[in-house]
T-cell receptor, first 114, second 114 residues
Framework: AQSVAQPEDQVNVAEGNPLTVKCTYSVSGNPYLFWYVQYPNRGLQFLLKYITGDNLVKGSYGFEAEFNKSQTSFHLKKPSALVSDSALYFCAVSSEDSNYQLIWGAGTKLIIKP | EAGVAQSPRYKIIEKRQSVAFWCNPISGHATLYWYQQILGQGPKLLIQFQNNGVVDDSQLPKDRFSAERLKGVDSTLKIQPAKLEDSAVYLC????????????FGPGTRLTVT
């Protein structure tokens, strides 16, 4: 069965410090990995994706993520956090075997403190 | 480029009443999704359309939920009769096609069933 785990319900980071939001996955076949962000009372916004190629993927708002096949991880990172980065972050995975249906993690609440 | 439009943004109904949600996807997007998101959880796919055909409705409670995309553009999701457990945010998303493409989400409709 395909699954996504976001092991931290909440991550607290001081403004200006680097941040990491963790994601691990289990999928049959080649994974296609996505990060989305959700601000309060807003829909989900696409941040970045990994389909193939370079393991380091750059996305919107200065975020990046690293695909690690051996560890089946796709952690979201940013070198210097902003207070405005505070939001709910979702990792999702799909594969051809699942007919490209997105399997979502439970979400991680990121809190950036001034 | 206009994003995914949804209406209404908020709806409060009593149990056993009916409700309908409307979605207009990004122009040219062939694939349309309806998700249910309960507070604190990741989205749950209810139904996926490719043009005006249903690709996946395996998680749609068909005894009370129905959806249509008659002309392959906008879509409606209906609940009849509503139950208390249907209280959630209903998200519509679209993508260029049904492959490993990012999905773009509307702002959602927050449904409260009392």
């Amino acid at each position: 069965a395909q699954s996504v785990a976001q092991p931290e319900d909440q991550v607290n980071v001081a403004e200006g410090n680097p941040l990491t939001v963790k994601c691990t996955y289990s999928v049959s076949g080649n994974p296609y990995l996505f990060w989305y962000v959700q601000y309060p009372n807003r829909g989900l916004q696409f941040l970045l994706k990994y389909i193939t190629g370079d393991n380091l993927v750059k996305g919107s708002y200065g975020f990046e993520a690293e695909f690690n096949k051996s560890q089946t991880s796709f952690h979201l990172k940013k070198p210097s956090a902003l207070v405005s980065d505070s939001a709910l972050y979702f990792c999702a995975v799909s594969s051809e075997d699942s007919n490209y249906q997105l399997i979502w993690g439970a979400g991680t609440k990121l809190i950036i403190k001034p | 480029e206009a994003g995914v439009a949804q209406s209404p943004r908020y709806k409060i109904i009593e149990k056993r009443q009916s409700v309908a949600f409307w979605c207009n996807p990004i122009s040219g997007h062939a694939t349309l999704y309806w998700y249910q998101q309960i507070l604190g959880q990741g989205p749950k796919l209810l139904i996926q359309f490719q043009n005006n055909g249903v690709v996946d409705d395996s998680q749609l409670p068909k005894d009370r939920f129905s959806a249509e995309r008659l002309k392959g553009v906008d879509s409606t999701l209906k609940i009849q009769p509503a139950k208390l457990e249907d209280s959630a945010v209903y998200l519509c998303a679209s993508s260029v096609s049904g492959g490993p493409y990012e999905q773009y989400f509307g702002p959602g409709t927050r449904l409260t069933v009392t």
